[in-house]
């Protein structure tokens, strides 16, 4: 269906801000403020994304502002003091930077996202260049569809699934949940409805109350599934 975002360049954010590794403290703190951003892909040269620096690889400098020389001294091994002492975004930055490709889906940015414990990722074309730059936020947006997009999508799939009109299938949609109600002649093409309909972007989760036709004309089984 037309309209849907499905991939990262749909919901990602244009243009985006970035530095370069030469880029100062203020800098980057000046750009943070000026994009009101928390984080900044840092480039290369050609635009190639080389790290990311955020607001937490900033605060060391001021946390450790008053700290004890000698205590610095003995922790000088340390990541925080590390930062704490640096003052470019190539001493600053995390690298590698975790990026993905425009063209991924939704649910590839997310798994990237929870794996790697980032709240945003810088986004990249084929040659690796930084096009956009996509957030948890932005991986919401299509928890936007309204119930009646949702609702129209799912018909679509039942239509496409069987062979004749879905006729005794129901199809409700209450804030993003998908409640599938009526009768399956088929009990074994539940698992593949519930995986396809849970394939629906914007989907929060799929409820089932349906009755199995019974192979005897004219009597159903009296079971029902609630998935």
């Not at 004890?68 to 930062?83: F, G, H, I, K, N």
């Not at 470019?88 to 790697?116: H, I």
């Not at 396809?196 to 599934?225: F, M, Q």
């Amino acid at each position: 269906m037309p309209n849907i975002p499905r991939r990262v360049s749909d919901v990602m954010t244009q243009p985006v801000a970035a530095v370069e590794r030469a880029a100062g403290f203020k800098e980057i703190v000046g750009t943070l403020r000026r994009w009101r951003v928390s984080a900044l892909p840092v480039v290369s040269a050609e635009l190639r994304v080389v790290g990311v620096v955020s607001e937490a690889d900033l605060l060391p400098k001021e946390g450790f502002r008053e700290a004890d020389p000698e205590r610095l001294e003995r922790l000088r091994a340390l990541d925080d003091v590390r930062r704490a002492e640096a003052v470019t975004a190539g001493e600053l930055m995390t690298s590698p930077a975790v990026t993905v490709s425009g063209d991924a889906t939704l649910a590839q940015a997310a798994r990237t996202m929870a794996r790697a414990s980032v709240k945003r990722l810088p986004v990249v074309d084929g040659n690796g260049l930084l096009v956009g730059i996509v957030s948890r936020a932005d991986l919401l947006k299509v928890f936007l569809r309204s119930d009646d997009e949702i609702a129209a999508e799912a018909r679509q799939i039942l239509t496409q699934l069987f062979a004749a009109p879905a006729k005794d299938l129901r199809v409700a949609v209450t804030d993003g949940v998908v409640t599938l109600s009526g009768q399956f002649r088929d009990r074994s093409l539940v698992p593949v409805v519930a995986r396809l309909v849970r394939g629906i972007e914007g989907v929060v989760d799929v409820e089932y109350d349906v009755t199995e036709v019974a192979t005897v004309p004219g009597v159903a089984s009296a079971e029902t599934s609630s998935l």
